[in-house]
């Protein structure tokens, strides 16, 4: 096996995504393997630089985890040829820019979503993108998560015969800050900083639905903003300007209905924070992010509805577990490996800037819909 490196610059790695998820999880993950291996069977080694606007920060990042490079200046590490690939973890309100000046450097860039605040600058990256000829991927990671990858061989198995609907629950309860302090960043519930449930979780929705079942052809959605004063992380009260949940009916390609609820006002009772009813003339599954659960219509049983007499009949019982036959990896460190390989030897990615831009148009039409109390129509989205 031959062995070479590959640069990558890191920008944001020491925020919470950042850190746990592309750092630690999937840069570190794959450098500790020995790199990602190609289709030849030789390995590429990778090499981060972390970059931020703390220097204290990631020189200890750096010297937690035996990295060699850091730096404030990110103009720097864009124009020095050793870093091939540039990597984006910041708030969506400074990703334009910094993705902007990475075009326009020639890297190749993968980054989180949403891709820009507006579908506009979306779309714009994705042309910007394809009139420098570089390479770039966007974060799809619900897709590799095992849960969804169970469906995914449902569905293409045929067990589902003609898919009906998608039923999805998403959400949890994140403490106000004043007696607990709030598991999410405050900025999440102000829309001047780009806070808001529809535009954190409507492009993970995009790219979920448009890849195991259709494209989003509409959208009806209504927002609220349940919780209107919360505590930040100095301990200050301030006002939520920014929607903290949404619930939303989405037309799909081939007929099929999706309905979503996304919350961070709700207690959860359900075995995972996200799930899924897929049901279909031959069968219907129940995922989460690591469960999967049938039921085949032969198994199908018979209820019958009576409000007079209580019902004792064990409904979960009815439902097969779908077995764990192989092993799941990180999806974060999955996609990333797959982001490398298209890099290094042109394998295929499908989710790019364009992909990216659609996730934004969805958030941005959801508001609207939200807004206005239409349902919207989504147009094809291309460059």
């Not at 931020?52 to 035996?66: I, N, P």
């Not at 959400?171 to 808001?196: I, K, L, M, T």
């Not at 990896?329 to 390989?341: A, H, M, P, S, T």
Request: glycine share 8%; proline share 4%; hydrophobic share 40%.
């Amino acid at each position: 096996m031959s062995e070479s490196t590959i640069g990558i610059i890191m920008n944001g790695a020491s925020g919470r995504m950042g850190y746990r998820q592309h750092l630690l999880r999937s840069i570190l993950a794959i450098r500790e393997q020995g790199g990602v291996l190609l289709s030849d069977g030789s390995r590429v080694q990778v090499e981060p630089i972390l970059v931020g606007r703390s220097e204290a920060k990631l020189k200890e990042l750096a010297e937690r985890h035996d990295i060699a490079d850091y730096t404030t200046d990110l103009d720097a590490a864009l124009a020095d040829d050793h870093w091939q690939i540039y990597a984006d973890f910041l708030v969506t309100k400074a990703r334009v820019p910094a993705l902007k000046k990475a075009i326009a450097a020639g890297k190749a860039i993968y980054t989180e979503k949403p891709t820009a605040e507006s579908f506009e600058d979306a779309l714009e990256l994705a042309r910007l993108a394809k009139e420098a000829g570089i390479k770039n991927g966007v974060v799809h990671d619900k897709l590799y998560l095992p849960g969804l990858r169970k469906l995914k061989r449902l569905i293409d198995s045929g067990f589902f015969g003609r898919i009906l609907s998608v039923r999805g629950e998403f959400g949890y309860w994140v403490f106000e800050g004043d007696w607990q302090p709030a598991q999410r960043p405050s900025w999440n519930y102000r829309s001047e900083d780009g806070g808001g449930i529809i535009v954190d979780m409507f492009p993970h929705w995009n790219y979920v639905l448009e890849n195991l079942f259709g494209r989003v052809k509409t959208v009806y959605a209504q927002t609220a903003t349940e919780i209107p004063e919360r505590v930040d992380e100095n301990g200050d009260a301030y006002t939520a300007t920014a929607d903290d949940a949404a619930y939303a009916v989405f037309q799909l390609d081939g007929g099929v209905t999706a309905q979503l609820n996304s919350s961070w006002t709700t207690r959860v009772n359900r075995d995972e924070l996200v799930e899924f009813q897929v049901d279909g003339t031959h069968g219907s599954a129940v995922v989460g992010l690591f469960g999967c659960k049938i039921q085949p219509r032969n198994a199908t049983p018979k209820p019958v509805w009576n409000p007079d007499i209580p019902d004792t009949h064990d409904y979960d019982a009815d439902w097969i577990e779908v077995p764990d036959n192989e092993v799941f990896e990180n999806g974060f460190k999955v996609q990333w490996e797959e982001f490398l390989r298209h890099v290094l030897e042109d394998a295929p990615n499908e989710y790019d800037f364009l992909s990216g831009a659609r996730g934004v148009l969805l958030a941005e039409e959801g508001l609207k819909s939200a807004a206005s109390g239409q349902r919207i129509e989504l147009p094809a989205v291309s460059i």
